[in-house]
């Protein structure tokens, strides 16, 4: 069974660092290209990011360059997020998703509380 | 201002057919791209509910389809069901870029 498991919330303050992560299992994790999404409270969807664990290329939305960073772990079938320095304005839930044809699979989301 | 664009909300009584259009434009939709839906109900994470335009997962109900015209693509709901009562969001490609639609409330009456 594919399953995207992301870690636990996270209540941190401005100006601190954070790194989110996203396991993958039940399929070839090197394979498929992983996806971060974001929605703030009570909003849409937006497309941050995307990687390929196979050779780590990377593509971002020109909204969140150079604002996050996306990485992989391939030894253990693991995607991140990471900010260097929070904002409120980063409060939100992060979804990693599985691109095949579309966003197959989703992770359950990570709450980022920002305060 | 999200690339794709979408109604806010739709409503129907149930058994009524429905339509939420995704509007965008000759580098997305019109440049052949496909598009995506996902159907996003309260509290829970996106699940994909149409890809590659027209095809239906397995297990998603065959009430729920999709279409494309030109610069636009179209989700259709028949026979509309309380349980449909969700945000929809429509997904595209804009070079090597994903862009999603503002999402769409869609109501049972």
């Known amino acids: 069974e594919v399953q995207l498991v992301q870690s636990r919330p996270e209540v941190k303050k401005p100006g601190e660092s954070l790194k989110i992560a996203c396991q993958g299992s039940?399929?070839?994790?090197?394979?498929?290209?992983i996806a971060w999404v974001r929605q703030m409270p009570g909003k849409d969807l937006e497309w941050m990011a995307i990687?390929?664990?196979?050779?780590?290329?990377?593509k971002y939305s020109p909204s969140f360059q150079g604002q996050v960073t996306i990485s992989v772990d391939k030894s253990i079938s693991t995607a991140y997020l990471q900010w260097s320095s929070l904002k409120a304005s980063d409060t939100a839930m992060y979804y990693c998703?599985?691109?095949?044809?579309?966003?197959?699979?989703w992770g359950q989301g990570t709450m980022v509380t920002v305060s | 201002q999200s690339v794709l664009t979408q109604p806010p909300s739709v409503s129907g009584a149930p058994g009524q057919r429905v339509t939420i259009s995704c509007t965008g434009s000759?580098?997305?939709?019109?440049?052949?791209?496909?598009v995506h839906w996902y159907q996003q109900l309260p509290g829970t994470a996106p699940k994909l509910l149409i890809f590659?335009?027209?095809v239906r997962p397995s297990g998603v109900p065959a009430r729920f389809s999709g279409s494309k015209s030109d610069t636009s693509a179209s989700l259709a709901i028949n026979g509309l069901q309380a349980e449909d009562e969700a945000d929809y969001y429509c997904?595209?490609?804009?070079?090597?870029?994903?862009?999603f639609g503002g999402g769409t409330k869609v109501t049972v009456l």
């Open positions: 590659g335009t027209t």
């Open positions: 990687i390929y664990p196979g050779d780590s290329d990377t």
């Open positions: 997904q595209s490609y804009d070079g090597s870029l994903r862009v």
């Open positions: 039940g399929y070839e994790f090197n394979g498929y290209w």
């Open positions: 998703a599985r691109e095949l044809t579309g966003f197959d699979y």
């Open positions: 000759s580098s997305n939709i019109g440049a052949g791209s496909d």
